[in-house]
């Protein structure tokens, strides 16, 4: 199983797909394990089967297992965070936004790995999620710890593919039903 099994997967009318899938991912010029660990942390967030089961082993070799298990974290926290927080803005009555949350995410402060590379995942996860708040923020984070912006657009491109490619084999495997 790997990212070439995948593009393989990919039907013709999504070419774009398999191209920017090779491209994002076999292209990168991120580091090893902020790219990985993006492909991980996405490939969850994407909640397709297909997709988690061809691109984890792949990730699983370029990650040290504490990034691997920091991306399945970022993946895990933030799948709670992102409703959390999109819900607290999408309400009109703001005075939720002045209520502690009282959830637990001390994965957050301490992930063990780089808190960058933590935060980046978070970022990529926050935008298949959709949540603005939780984008505005890490993208801040990151910002401050000087990520430039063509960087951290890497991250929403590979979350961008990856929910595409995850909707689109999804989509075919219910067709084939």
Known sequence: MSLDS??????DYAKDLKLNLGSVIGNSDLPAQQLWGTVLSTAIASRSAVVLRELEPEAKANLSPEAYTAAKAAAAVMAMNNVFYRTRHL????EYGNLR???RMNVIGNPGVDKVDFEF???AVSAINGCGMCLDSHEQVLRKAGVEREVIQEAFKIAAVIQ??????????????
């Open 6 to 11: 995948l593009k393989s997967r990919i039907p």
């Open 91 to 94: 309400l009109s009555d703001h």
């Open 101 to 103: 949350a009282g959830l």
């Open 121 to 123: 995942w978070s970022f």
């Open 164 to 177: 595409a490619v995850a909707a689109t084999l999804d989509a075919e495997a219910a067709l084939a039903e």
